[in-house]
């Protein structure tokens, strides 16, 4: 979850499978791309997460 738009090169704003390459995600994790303001979408995602 990022509020960085997605470009290439940066940690910020790197999609998925260009993190792969650098080791910090695995081929198996789930990829999705959220961008948005973080402080919104992040409650939202959780209480999802945890049933609320």
Request: proline content about 6%.
């Amino acid at each position: 979850m990022s509020d960085s738009t997605t470009s290439y090169g940066s940690y910020s704003g790197a999609v998925p499978n260009e993190k792969i390459t650098w080791g910090k995600l695995g081929i198996d994790t789930p990829k999705f791309v959220i961008e948005s303001d973080a402080t919104i979408v992040a409650p939202l995602i959780f209480a999802s997460v945890l049933g609320w």
